[in-house]
């Protein structure tokens, strides 16, 4: 099977996202150029993701009621100004989004990089070094052992099952298997449950990592659209999609959403839990912001602690609160679902660092005071980037999140965000292009900046940005590179 028949696009699918009655209904130009427009608008908001197949001539021109001529116009139309390419003996793709390399790599080496903001990721937690030694003093005593421990140490699963149990949600350490962090987690889930054609639901924009695994599963994302000033509206946009796409699978984070830090209210998530439950889809919810809240908002229920325990699979992490270097995830599901996930991700690792297990387990033993020193630096670098932002790139817009770990950008008119990393990294700074956190060609005209450096490094950051909007631009400050300085 050729990998783009995974993504492929039916006719009468696309069909109605054009809406062929609506087409009539205007007037002015050719029929064709109507329909190529559509097909655009359908391209840049991402509702047919870069590398999907579309239907060919005759069977669209059927589903539109129109003539085989007009659908070729229109392809020819869109083929010139490079939104689609004909692939010889295989048919038509809307063409990929550039060749960006892979999300993962997208940054390179932090450590060599002066100024990486591709990343929300801040730097270790203070309470790592100790939690550390603990680590090491205990590992001596299994070092008669095989070291493996495939679904992870007990006493991590009873402590992440603890933690859950706190929350409002019975579990127990047969509910919990350990993974190398978060996307480890991610990807043995979507392996397990994405089959070749499957449709995952994504919140739109989204966490750029699960558009390439669901893509590379030969599945095809259905962006939502999500608007942190509306969130209610998701809801409804989330059940439309469901009717229209059919989707076996949905990917939120309802808890600071990576990039848009939207966070969805308690009756708003039993809703979009329910929905999802009455629609068969299986939520795959990523909580690794959750414990990010900024201002002492207080924690809402978790997603899906409403539904049957079987409706959701729940994806957490230490990288966000603690450290990314410290590979350390899990996921959290009804134990039938969990076996399923467990013996897909046995096939890829036989067990995760017993060292960083062990660290894992003494940091969730003072998870509070964990939170709280990772909440006061975050607000600390949040509130100068904002400052910042607003005195020297006054016209780009912005919502101050109350937690997670970045601001999301609307760009001003005629700036674009590829663009803007292109010059930005010929000044030594490194972004992800909005385009990133999109399924199509969307967010081209918005601009993520993670406040996870130092303060001076942001203050480096923000410069160079503003810099470049007035044509003048400096080097960076001296303290970026002070490995002191971090927040």
Request: negative net charge.
């Amino acid at each position: 099977m050729d990998m783009f028949d995974a993504t492929a696009i039916s006719a009468p699918d696309l069909a109605a996202r054009i809406d062929p009655s609506s087409l009539r209904n205007r007037s002015g130009g050719p029929l064709y150029l109507e329909i190529a427009d559509e097909l655009r608008r359908l391209i840049e908001s991402g509702e047919v993701s870069a590398q999907t197949r579309l239907p060919a001539e005759r069977a669209l021109s059927t589903s539109l009621d129109v003539s085989r001529v007009t659908v070729a116009s229109a392809y020819r139309h869109l083929r010139e100004g490079g939104w689609i390419s004909a692939q010889r003996g295989s048919g038509t793709y809307v063409a990929p989004t550039g060749s960006m390399p892979s999300w993962g790599s997208l940054a390179g080496d932090r450590e060599t990089a002066n100024l990486e903001f591709v990343n929300a990721a801040p730097s270790a937690s203070p309470l790592l070094s100790d939690a550390y030694g603990v680590a090491a003093e205990k590992i001596r005593g299994r070092f008669a052992s095989g070291g493996y421990a495939p679904s992870g140490l007990v006493e991590l699963r009873e402590s992440v099952a603890a933690y859950y149990r706190s929350r409002g949600i019975p579990t127990t350490a047969d509910n919990i298997l350990v993974t190398s962090g978060a996307t480890d987690g991610i990807h043995a889930v979507l392996a397990t449950f994405t089959e070749p054609g499957a449709r995952v639901l994504v919140e739109h924009p989204t966490y750029p990592g699960v558009v390439e695994l669901v893509h590379s599963l030969g599945g095809r994302c259905i962006p939502v659209p999500i608007d942190p000033d509306n969130v209610e509206e998701f809801v409804t946009a989330a059940d439309r999609a469901a009717r229209q796409s059919a989707p076996t699978l949905a990917y939120f984070m309802p808890d600071f959403s990576n990039p848009s830090g939207a966070r969805l209210p308690l009756r708003t998530r039993r809703q979009l839990s329910a929905t999802m439950h009455r629609h068969a889809v299986l939520t795959i919810v990523d909580e690794v912001a959750a414990d990010l809240s900024l201002d002492g908002s207080p924690d809402i229920e978790p997603f899906g602690a409403a539904t049957p325990d079987v409706a959701t699979v729940t994806i957490g992490s230490t990288s966000k609160t603690v450290w990314g270097g410290l590979r350390v995830g899990w996921v959290r599901a009804e134990a039938g679902l969990l076996a399923r996930v467990a013996a897909t991700y046995a096939r890829r690792q036989l067990s995760v660092s017993i060292l960083d297990q062990l660290a894992a387990t003494e940091l969730l033993g003072r998870y509070d005071e964990v939170r709280r020193v990772r909440a006061e630096a975050s607000r600390t670098a949040r509130d100068h980037t904002v400052a910042l932002m607003r005195e020297l790139l006054p016209d780009w817009h912005f919502r101050v999140p109350d937690g997670g770990l970045a601001l999301w950008c609307s760009l001003p008119d005629g700036l674009r965000s590829s663009d803007l990393v292109a010059d930005a990294q010929s000044h030594g700074l490194l972004l992800a292009p909005g385009l990133r956190f999109g399924t199509g060609y969307a967010f081209d005209d918005h601009q993520r900046i993670p406040f996870t450096r130092s303060l001076a490094q942001i203050t480096s950051a923000v410069e160079i940005l503003a810099g470049l909007r007035s044509g003048v631009t400096s080097t960076p400050h001296a303290a970026a590179d002070n490995p002191t300085a971090v927040v």
